[in-house]
């Protein structure tokens, strides 16, 4: 089966986390009765985040390195590999189950992050690489070599005021001029995108509105789940 990924992007603290946890327990959830536990159909998500984070722990980088090529480079590459794992590892597990990809940002943030404070050239460099050219093909939902096309959807996650906060790894001022560099490189590199903002802040409609987006639902029907994946 098709593989629906599901890429949550923008500026520090604005939801991505949560909405892609909250995600996760949406298709994970047990069916509250016993016939439609054993009627239901799996649907298996796998998720990713903290990627970045972890690369500076491992690599010894801290906020101050957030304008260096280097830091973004790595942290594309890191991205991109933990893309391509999660997306083998579904690949290869039971054809009979929805499966869904829920990545907490991509290697388009290196690529943001890279334009705005390091420059237009080193922005140049990283999207030519043989690691964002692959990634870049998967985003545009395109078939090729190992990759059969997949039905994709981009949000991206606008500021809420009341929500944002340091969270210690990106420059979290200036939350707008990130969105719009968010926005520019979307465009740029022609990957639809739909947005998210305040006049959709409860999480649960949240998680309804990208399950719609996606347009990806599971609900009961006949005693059991159906699914709709359009």
Not at 99 to 120: G, H, P
Request: proline content about 3%; some cysteine; glycine content about 6%.
């Amino acid at each position: 089966m098709t593989i629906t990924s599901i890429y949550v992007v923008g500026p520090s603290s604005t939801g991505k986390t949560t909405l892609c946890e909250a995600l996760f327990k949406h298709f994970t959830a047990e069916p509250q009765s016993r016939s439609s536990r054993s009627d239901r159909r799996r649907v298996l998500p796998h998720i990713i985040s903290e990627v970045a984070r972890k690369v500076m722990r491992e690599r010894q980088f801290t906020r101050d390195d957030v304008g260096t090529l280097e830091m973004q480079q790595a942290i594309l590459e890191a991205q991109e590999k933990a893309e391509g794992g999660a997306l083998a590892f579904l690949a290869s597990s039971a054809p009979t189950t929805e499966k869904v990809l829920l990545s907490d940002r991509c290697t388009i943030d290196a690529l943001v992050y890279t334009r705005k404070f390091v420059s237009e050239d080193a922005y140049k460099t990283l999207c030519e690489t043989s690691e964002f050219q692959k990634a870049l093909q998967r985003y545009r939902g395109e078939r090729g070599k190992g990759n059969d096309g997949a039905h994709v959807l981009f949000i991206l996650t606008l500021p809420v005021a009341e929500w944002l906060i340091d969270d210690g790894i990106r420059k979290a001022d200036e939350p707008e001029a990130v969105l719009e560099e968010f926005r520019y490189v979307l465009n740029d590199l022609e990957i639809p995108f739909v947005e998210l903002g305040r006049e959709t802040m409860e999480l649960g409609r949240r998680v309804e509105w990208v399950v719609s987006k996606a347009r990806l639902d599971v609900s009961m029907s006949n005693g059991g789940m159906s699914h709709r994946l359009g």
